[in-house]
Each structure stands twice: as structure tokens, then as C-alpha cells.
């Protein structure tokens, strides 16, 4: 039976699951759970993920969630996945799960806070929060610094100096790319001190092509959709009413 | 060369890998760590985690900080560790990731977020925000309940239906042992209604003797000590520096 991921692209880490997959030719039937049509708060996805969140995998009858630990899974269980996505050599490993681990609590944390807060509330039918997004915006440029300073400080291509990225690196990078559906002016104020972050990503995205922009295209829908609704704000009453329905519709 | 566990025993993660290597005699030097003295910022300690928290560990020549990070590296390079705390079985270690995976936005954020902001913030210097704990305990309250019916609700002693410990069991016990600072109030609203959460922390107390106890000691003294605190606080004018500088000079 085919391992099976559900999933909303709109969602970074069901992103990197898919990516995953995809590169290292991983059969799987990606089942679509669309967040804004809260579909991940359904009894039948609540058998599949009793956290009610995406991603999740059924593999058989094993039944898993959480990006990380599924990325791991995937990582052992398949044997044509290679080795350098999660080296058998403990020291490496240990490495891999300390940044994956330190993702949590910092730059997911405030990667999410700052986009919900600033750009994507509304479609949710959430408000816009300028003060949380402000502490998020700390947390996401500390974070930005600490992985320049520390795990990108040598000449390698990828986190902790490797040539090949690991799943580390496919799991932060998707996450930093929703940074895409951002006004440009804040996603340069975030992104712009940080140049090897900004090369990392793009090495990231080249060790995974086509399936790193095939699988964000739907990022790359929303962002244009954002920039067509802000150009009209700025020529109109510049309420926002007129912004929700068109990108939850895309959503 | 023997291991080194830079830790403070007030955070809850360094407690966890303090009673980890206590129960799984593994030889090691504690250095302490003084959080409340702000000896995590020192650039000594940056040299051991760039990342300035605890804890961290020095193992030869390797370096490596995040505790599920560390747990798992401890449950791996010492041959002494028994299986059950991270099995060898891909399905059973998977489960592991989930949960710890898990534990860090979930019980993790809403715990220490609460006990800060309604109780340990004043002794770092930081003011109380009332707004944040509510939020906080929202995130706690639903946190228990989740671990309740979906980890526990077989008939096993530990999460996931085990009954011997694993990682998960002791990181997330330790995670709420700080509750033990709390008012009695706010420990009884939060904790009462899980029944099953109180004995699964009992049961990973009692599998984790006498080391549970002792590592914890440091906690329950300044649950002591604000105790008698909020004693002589209800009988005089109330204001709060009477209780700051004990309780720094205790932590």
C-alpha cells in the first residue's frame, strides 16, 4: 500500500514533507487537507492526526505526525533516500536534530507569528495583530542572525557546513519561503542583512529543483494575488474587506 | 575525558538530562550554569552553545545543545542506556520524535509562558503580564488535555501506552514539575481536572528514583520560599519587592 501524506501546500512543513518525497522518488498519494476550508478539524482527519494538523503520513498501518519526526521516518524507512538527508553517523545526526529542534521555539515560531500577523490573518478569519507581529519580527531577525553567524559561518553550502543538504535544511528553508507572500519592503528589511541565508536558500532550492518550485507555486499564486489586492488598496478606500474573499478563494 | 552536562537546575530541560544520566549511570561533571546570574551570556559559556541556553554538553571533542537533541545523542553513544527509553524499533522512535517534536509549541511554550508571567518573572527582572499568562494557560490546559486522551488513554503507565519510560516521558514530566512554583490555586485549576496526567507523572517519578527527587530539590525550595512569601505578603501592604530579592538570591 502507498504511503500516503496529507497535506495543504499552503502549509511550510507539509511542503517539505512533499519535497521530500518527491526528490528521493518516494512513491506517495498526496491527499489535499485545506486549512482554510478547516478541513484539518474534521473527525475523519482527527483519525489520521489526533492534533488536528498538518502534515501526516499513513505508511501501512503506522499513522505519524509532526514534519520533523515524519522527515526522519522517511528518512529510515526508505531505502533509496540518501544518506547524507539524515547520516547514519551519530555526531552528524545529533547535529541535524539540535537545529530541527532549536526550528521549534525560534525561527518557526516567529516566522508564523509575523506572517499571520502582518499578512495572512484576515483569510482565516483572524485579525491582524501589529503587536504580536512586532515580537515576532525580533524573534524571526535574531533567528535569521543566529543561523548566518552559526551554522552557515563556514564555506559550505548548506547548515552546519555540509556540501549536500540534510533535512534540516529542506525544513527551514520551506519555512523561511513563506516569507514570500510578504510586502516586499518587509521581507527585504528581514532578509536583506542576511546574504548567506539568502544563498542557502537558493542552494537549497537548486539541490531540490524542479520540485522545490513546483511544489511553491502555490506560495508564488498567493504573493501575486497580495500584490495585485495591494496595488488596488492603494488606489481605493484601502479597506481590507475587499482583499479577504478573493485570496481565501486561492487558499 | 569525561562527559560534561553544563545545566541549571531550574530549567526544566537541564533537569531532564540530569536525571537521564543519574538513572543510566552515566559518568559525568555538572557545571552549573547560574541562568539567574546571567552566566549563560558570558562568552565562555557562547564557546560551549553559541545559542547561550541550557543545556549543553561537552562530550570529547563534541559540542551540543537542545536537550531531546542531547537525550537522544546520550541514549545512543552510551551502550549502558536501557532500550526502552529510545528504542532501536523505527516505529517506536518515530512515536518519540512526534511527541518531543510536539512538546516544544505545545506544553513547552504553554508552561513556561505561564509560570513567567504569573510567577517567576519579577525574580529575573522582568515585569508580570498578566494578558500572556491567560493566553499562555489556554495553550497549557489544552496541552494536558490532549497528552490525557490521545497519549495516555490506554491503560499503560507511560505515553504512548508503554509501560517503561522513554526521552518523552522524562522531558515532558520535567517540563511540568515547574508547576510546583505555582499558587496552589493555579496548580489545582490546571492540573485537577487529568487525572491521568498526575499519575503518569507519578509513575515517571517513581521509575526514575531516587535521582527524580533530588534533582527536583532545588524546585521545591522556592516553592518554599514563595510560599512563606505570599504568607507575609497577604500580611503586610502586598507590594512585591519584599519577594524579588530572596528569591534571586535562592535561584
Known sequence: MKLKVYADRMSQPSRAVIIFCKVNGIEYEEIKVDVSKRQHLTPEFADINPMKKVPAIVDGRFKLFESHAILIY???????????????DLFKRS??????????SN?????????????????????????????AEKLLSSSLSKIESIWLKGSGLFLLGGNQPTIADLSLVC??????????????????????????????????????????????????????????????????????????SKM
Chains 1, 2 share one sequence.
Open 175 to 248: 519555512e523561511l519561503m513563506q516569507l514570500e507572500v510578504l510586502e516586499e519592503k518587509d521581507r527585504t528589511r528581514l532578509l536583506g542583512p542576511h546574504k548567506k541565508v539568502q544563498q542557502w536558500i537558493e542552494n537549497t532550492r537548486n539541490a531540490t529543483r524542479p520540485h522545490f518550485d513546483e511544489v511553491h507555486k502555490v506560495i508564488f499564486k498567493v504573493k501575486e494575488k497580495l500584490q495585485v489586492q495591494r496595488l488596488k488598496g492603494a488606489s481605493n478606500d484601502g479597506t481590507e474587506s475587499s482583499m479577504k474573499k478573493p485570496l481565501l
Open 74 to 88: 522517511l528518512a529510515c524507512a526508505f531505502p533509496g533516500v540518501a544518506d547524507h538527508w539524515y547520516p547514519a
Open 107 to 135: 525561527l518557526r515560531h516567529g516566522a508564523v507569528t509575523y506572517v499571520l500577523n502582518t499578512t495572512l490573518a484576515p483569510a482565516l478569519g483572524l485579525p491582524l495583530n501589529p503587536q504580536a507581529a512586532a515580537e
Open 95 to 104: 547535529k541535524i536534530h539540535s537545529v530541527l529542534d532549536w526550528h521549534h
